[in-house]
């Protein structure tokens, strides 16, 4: 596509976790997008409550390295990574907290002046989405048409950020924006307390990444040192798991390893003491199939908290398309699957799952409850985010873009075609 006709593509403004840091939903939908539409995409910081830790330190080192890249070696550096022509990624310096008025007005002012600049000249204004509340005091002063919240977590509730802010800050923004989106039921009933209708979205899954790679890759080399049966999560690990249960299973296994893959958060005490457990450091995402080959079953030890009742784990339909057994904790998100995994409420419970699913495998009963993952791909659910990013604005989009191919330029993919 030319350059020219690239600028008269519609413009998609978001505001999300850092591009390419890990595949979030947001991150998922929005490349489903790219042939569409133009993108500008904004890394922001999140709302941790200070603390002199590792990885507190290590995000901040992070971001100011982000800041300090001049904007020549930026540009190439993103040429150099292969990004979609549609996208730009954004990292504007922000004052890393929003505890206070004073605080809020310095990023009002900061996000303002570096993103302002990038919106105007535009063929129309663009249509604005975030992920995350801490945007609320940009409602109203960006030139944009529109604001939609796309909500994937209760951040509020998260373990180490700043919760009172961030629930303020979603309250306010609730009432700002255009159209509101939840991933989960139970976010979605949050919201409608606020304020209706709450589009509900759950997660989708990219079936090729995890049954067609799966085969195709070898062992990684680290994987082969640990011993077997494996039982692995990958995620986070942080509050949010539930020792008890991995003790339990540890006390019952006579052999094999427990491996958690992912970045530690301030992990719950007693992790690094339980005995057939390995804790791994993040992986690149192309690399988590080979994980899934060699697991023999996958597991979901989450605790029993409002953070994780209202979220939707974007792994759980991971797990289910690799064809593992997977076990996980009672919890809203979990339920409407248990024809497909194993759902237990106590850590007795778990660890006498893990071990039949160890003997036995995936039943067949479970198998056919996993034909549903057909109708999850990451391509249809966009198609609805789509709509509800523009509304009935869509329609005028996609016509002015069927019109501008019937003049000769590059006709629209069919939002319903896999990557």
């Known amino acids: 596509m030319a350059d020219h006709d690239r600028r008269d593509l519609p413009t998609v403004l978001v505001f999300a976790d850092d591009w390419g840091r890990h595949p979030s939903s947001c991150q998922h939908l929005v490349s489903h997008l790219l042939d569409r539409y133009q993108v500008l995409w904004i890394n922001t910081i999140g709302t941790r409550q200070p603390r002199l830790d590792f990885a507190t330190l290590s995000r901040g080192l992070e971001k100011i390295v982000q800041w ?3 904007k020549g070696k930026e540009a190439r550096a993103r040429a150099g990574e292969g ?9 504007p310096k922000m004052w890393p907290s929003f505890g206070s008025r004073l605080e809020r007005r310095i990023n009002r002012s900061l996000l303002l002046r570096q993103i302002a600049p990038f919106l105007t000249g535009l ?3 663009a249509v604005a989405v975030t992920n995350i509340p801490v945007v609320a005091d940009l409602v109203g002063h960006l030139p944009v048409r529109r604001w939609v919240y796309y909500c994937v977590d209760d951040f509020a509730e998260w373990p180490g950020l700043d919760g009172s802010t961030l629930r303020a800050m979603e309250s ?7 159209a509101l989106i939840a991933v989960s039921d139970a976010l979605q009933e949050k919201l409608e307390r606020s304020r209706s209708p709450v589009h509900l979205l759950t997660h989708g899954v990219d079936l090729a990444h995890w049954r067609e790679e799966v085969g195709s890759r070898g062992e990684l080399l680290w994987l082969s040192r640990l011993e077997r049966p494996l039982i692995v999560f990958w995620g986070v690990i942080d509050q949010r798991m539930d020792v008890t249960y991995l003790e339990r299973l540890a006390q019952d296994l006579d052999s094999g390893t427990m491996l958690l893959v992912g970045p530690q958060s301030a992990p719950p005490r007693g992790l690094e003491s339980i005995p057939h457990l390995v804790c791994h450091p993040s992986i690149p ?4 199939p080979a994980v899934a080959r060699a697991a023999d079953v996958l597991i979901m030890p989450y605790a029993d908290l409002p953070v994780t009742r209202a979220m939707q784990p974007l792994k759980l339909k ?3 398309a690799t064809g593992k057994p997977v076990v996980v904790r009672d919890l809203p998100s979990t339920r409407s699957w248990a024809d497909s ?3 237990v409420a106590t850590p007795e419970e778990f660890s006498r799952a893990v071990r039949e699913r160890l003997a036995t495998g995936l039943p067949e009963s479970q198998q056919s409850g996993r034909r549903r993952l057909e109708e999850e791909a990451w391509s249809a659910k966009t198609a609805d985010f789509e ?8 329609e005028v989009s996609r016509t002015k873009t069927f019109a501008r191919s019937s003049q000769g330029t590059e006709r629209l993919a069919p939002s319903s075609v896999d990557p």
Do not use: W
Not at 172 to 178: C, R
Not at 285 to 288: D, M
Not at 387 to 394: A, C, K, N, R, V
């Open 123 to 125: 063929p129309q204004p």
């Open 341 to 343: 995994l194993d759902v």
């Open 318 to 320: 991971e797990y289910l």
């Open 387 to 394: 709509s509800y990013l523009f509304g009935f604005d869509i």
């Open 172 to 178: 306010e923004l609730v009432t700002k924006v255009d």
């Open 83 to 91: 990004r979609h022509p549609n996208l730009r990624v954004l990292n």
């Open 285 to 288: 995402f192309r690399e988590l």
């Open 68 to 70: 300090a890249v001049p």
